[in-house]
């Protein structure tokens, strides 16, 4: 069996800490502007670098800057500039779709991955740059039947990058697809002088419409669905399949959503390889990463185009149909190593024994657990509101940075 390295999105330090804490094998992210989720996460900056890193290399997870944007002449000094300090950093690789990004980051010996943007459908595009890359993302709408014959056909070519190892094919396979073909879309720029291609989606996609016939004036109200809305893709109920393609890099979308989705999808998919590689992997355990998978943000799911289907499968209404959410409680206010609790201030709604809670913070990472014990301004009670001082046992560090939630069933429409 293949084995797929599992590589997570990072929109900040708490989804870096998540992925690391979850057994991502890489982890990508972007810095400043220059990125496909410039508007869409917090991003790092060229500072963070040297702490991305640091915390990858402690967990040997490697690190992908994304530099995945249309690029002018006047973003040519701050590319160097990041490619440069990516280098100084011991950054990984540099993903990268312009060319002129490709070439600066060859002329500072760094390693290459094309992006999904450059739309690579086919062998020839692959060998063409095998010149400058040594992994490729395929376009998100081919099937696996044409990703296995691009894999195989690198195999018995023996078609190899800069680095003299052969051409390793990375693809998406969980989160949020576009209804633009991998990505390339100017719906925002055109509606609202917002360019997606530079990474400043307004997502008017996602939105309700109704269709008007110019010439009757007939209006049809799409209320069934929302049909430049695609559902989220979802692999792992095929998984086994995804791995006999012969894929070394299987890719989480996700930069723009919160810490615990991927603290969630990255632990089920590390569970899913995990269970290939010992051969534990059943319809069961499925069912039972679905059942986790829909807790977080997700627009339903589909298995994309990888096993044949021809049409897209479209959301039925707006925002997530997660089945749970997490509702505000309070902040951290310090850490008793001795005893190991935590203290946190309750700023608003109650919390009770028995609660599902999320911790999560820049370096905490995020951590759910039970609440099965807590003092309330220092007595031992069932309860805390608005305005209390709680402790809770703890086996790891709390921060005054960290935010403390209460996990809630999210009813969603039908």
Known sequence: MNQVELMAPAGNFESLQAALDNGADSVYFGVEQLNMRARASINFTIDDLNEIAR????????????????????????????????????????????????????????????????????????KFYAMFADTMVLSRELSLRQVKHITDQIEKEQIKGPSGRLIEIEIFGHGALCMAVSGKCYMSLHSQNSSANRGACKQNCRKKYTVVDQETGFEMELDNEYIMSPKDLCTIDFLDQIADSGIKVLKVEGRGRAPEYVAKVIKCYREAIDSL??????????????????????????????????????????????????????????????????????????????????????????????????????????????????????????????????????????
Request: charged share 25%; hydrophobic share 35%; with cysteine.
């Open 277 to 414: 590689g010992d051969n534990s992997y059943n319809d069961i355990k499925v069912s039972n990463w679905m059942s986790e998978l829909e807790k977080v943000y997700n627009r339903g799911f589909w298995s994309g185009y990888y096993l044949g289907q021809k049409l897209g499968e479209w959301s039925k209404g707006s925002g997530s149909h997660a089945t749970q959410k997490k509702v505000y409680i309070g902040k951290g206010v310090h850490f008793y190593p001795k005893a190991q609790v935590g203290e946190f201030k309750i700023e608003a709604y109650d919390l009770t024994i028995g609660d599902t809670i999320l911790i999560t913070g820049p370096t905490t990472g995020v951590k759910e657990l039970t609440l099965n014990h807590m003092l309330v301004n220092d007595e031992s009670q069932p309860k805390g509101k608005k305005g209390d001082s709680i402790t809770i046992p703890l086996d790891f560090r709390i921060r005054p940075s960290d935010k403390l939630y209460k996990i809630v069933e999210n009813k969603v429409e039908a």
């Open 55 to 126: 915390r990858c290399q402690e967990k040997n997870v490697r690190t992908y800057l994304t530099l995945n944007t249309i690029i002018y002449d006047h973003d040519l000094s701050i590319v160097k500039t990041l490619v440069k300090k990516a280098k100084k950093a011991n950054i990984t690789a540099v993903i990268a779709m312009d060319q002129a990004v490709i070439s600066m980051a060859r002329a500072h010996d760094m390693e290459v991955h094309i992006s999904t943007q450059i739309n690579i459908t086919n062998l020839e595009t692959v």
